[in-house]
């Protein structure tokens, strides 16, 4: 069992950064897959980018590439996702989530789920 608490969301402009926390309660966290997904009003959540367990290991959805990047930190039992040039398509509720089973872009793989830390970037 793992509990995430996600911070580091907020109202930024166009252009800026952000750095979202998720802070990973329980046993062996570093034997977890993670990944951050993002749901926009209206629309179904999403995948943004993730991290498998044997860490470098990393995937991102096409419109985050090159601006967006997911790290850990397993002595902090800590993941991160540094986002640059926000655009206003990044607004939404993210997500960080965590899987024992197998590194994944499908939200269905995902066991533990957070409860979101909202983003907004203004034009």
């Known amino acids: 069992q793992v509990q995430l608490v996600e911070s580091g969301g907020g109202l930024v402009q166009a252009g800026d950064s952000l750095t979202l926390s998720c802070a990973a309660s329980?046993?062996?966290?570093?034997?977890?897959?993670m990944g951050w997904f993002r749901q926009a009003p209206g629309k179904e959540r999403e995948f943004v980018a993730g991290?498998?367990?044997?860490?470098?290991?990393?995937a991102y959805a096409d419109p985050v590439k090159g601006r967006f990047t997911i790290s850990r930190d397993n002595a902090k039992n800590t993941v991160y996702l540094q986002m640059n040039s926000l655009k206003p398509d990044d607004t939404g509720v993210y997500y960080c989530?965590?899987?024992?089973?197998?590194?994944?872009?499908?939200?269905?793989?995902?066991?533990?789920w957070g409860q979101g830390t909202q983003v907004t970037v203004s034009s």
């Open positions: 989530a965590a899987t024992t089973t197998y590194f994944s872009v499908n939200s269905n793989a995902y066991e533990y």
């Open positions: 329980g046993r062996s966290f570093s034997r977890y897959h």
């Open positions: 991290i498998a367990w044997t860490s470098p290991a990393a």
